[in-house]
């Protein structure tokens, strides 16, 4: 998917700069964006280092662990038809925990993971269950509450107040996924 | 008072992490150092992608395709204030994060964050996610053809998202 929508990216880019005029332009996007990208990677490298750093702390103190306990009512609750002691369990919560905390990449392995069990209590079925389902729908209504790249892109751009973001993401957030939830909740109640 | 708030959140983040780490007993220094090594991998990890999306976008952009499909959808955004490249924005985000990156980095450049634009840009990129993306990793991984419910769910959280953070900007 992704290898088509970045080749057809830069085939329409192209065609598209030829027949506009505006190929000059085009071509000195091509040199001038790779090295935007690597002066952007410098300096999202201090504010990611510190970020998981942190992160790390906090999985040592255990904080990560006890976000997991949290987390199991709210298990229960949206996907009523995992098994209590299910290990797919363990793996949901500690995605959602990851993910709300904004550990983008703890959380992808984490989401993979549960996909894995909750594909072995679909007995691997080629149609994906209720519980994969409402899973996605779930992650992909967005659960990050701190919204750190957009903060160091803000900075980055000169914002007099990067952190301003942090409220208004958090409500439009809470709302996404107040839409997602109530969604998975319908889905379930229509096929009992 | 957004504002205000919003900026006591991260340290109020970082005094909950270090004091409980150090009530633990935790070697929050050492823990740090070892964290902030992956959080540099991760960097390392993410640049190629960066580059590649980020030298697509720079291409559409250049060659005037994005400008296009912005007047051609965005002329009534306008009356709200609102730059017409969230539109070619809200598409590409739901396919890749490091290409929506490079175009909320453009509009960044051109509008500047604080504008009404750039904290559209900053609130919906922040409550969205990569819908198409994370479906195909993730069902790649299990295996799985039939979806069923998972992209209408998918795409209408997507919307809320955009329009939460639509109305936010405008009250704020």
């Known amino acids: 998917m992704l290898n088509i929508i970045w080749g057809c990216m830069l085939l329409i880019g192209i065609v598209y700069g030829f027949l506009s005029g505006n190929i000059d332009a085009v071509s000195n996007a091509l040199l001038e964006y790779a090295e935007s990208a690597v002066t952007l990677c410098i300096t999202m490298a201090g504010i990611m280092a510190l970020w998981v750093g942190l992160m790390e702390i906090a999985t040592s103190a255990g904080i990560l662990k006890k976000l997991t306990q949290l987390l199991r009512p709210v298990i229960r609750y949206l996907f009523p038809d995992i098994p209590d002691d299910h290990p797919s369990m363990d793996y949901i919560a500690t995605n959602i925990a990851t993910n709300i905390m904004g550990l983008g990449w703890a959380c992808t392995p984490a989401g993979l993971k549960a996909m894995e069990h909750l594909a072995d209590l679909n007995d691997h079925d080629t149609r994906a269950s209720d519980a994969m389902c409402g899973f996605l729908v779930l992650n992909i209504s967005s659960l990050q509450l701190i919204p750190v790249n957009m903060i160091a892109y803000r900075s980055k751009y000169g914002s007099v107040n990067p952190s301003a973001v942090i409220l208004p993401a958090i409500l439009a957030t809470m709302f996404s996924t107040f839409v997602g939830i109530l969604f998975i909740k319908m889905k379930y109640r229509k096929e009992r | ?172």
């Open chain 2, 1 to 172: 008072m957004l504002t205000v708030l919003s900026n006591m959140v991260m340290p109020l983040v970082v005094i909950g992490i270090i004091l409980t780490g150090m009530i633990k007993k935790v070697d929050v220094y050492d823990c740090f150092v070892k964290g902030a090594v992956d959080g540099l991998k991760i960097v390392v990890k993410i640049m190629p992608t960066l580059i590649g999306l980020m030298v697509a976008v720079g291409v559409l952009r250049a060659s005037g395709f994005l400008s296009l499909i912005g007047t051609l959808f965005g002329e009534s955004l306008e009356r709200w204030g609102l730059g017409s490249e969230v539109v070619p924005l809200v598409f590409i985000k739901m396919f890749s994060s490091s290409a929506a990156t490079g175009l909320v980095l453009d509009i960044f450049r051109e509008y500047g964050p604080d504008s009404r634009t750039g904290m559209f840009t900053s609130i919906m990129m922040s409550c969205t996610e990569t819908c198409f993306y994370t479906m195909s990793v993730y069902y790649m991984a299990s295996k799985v053809k039939k979806t069923r419910w998972t992209l209408p769910g998918a795409l209408l959280a997507t919307a809320a998202g955009i329009i939460a953070s639509f109305f936010i900007v405008l009250y704020l």
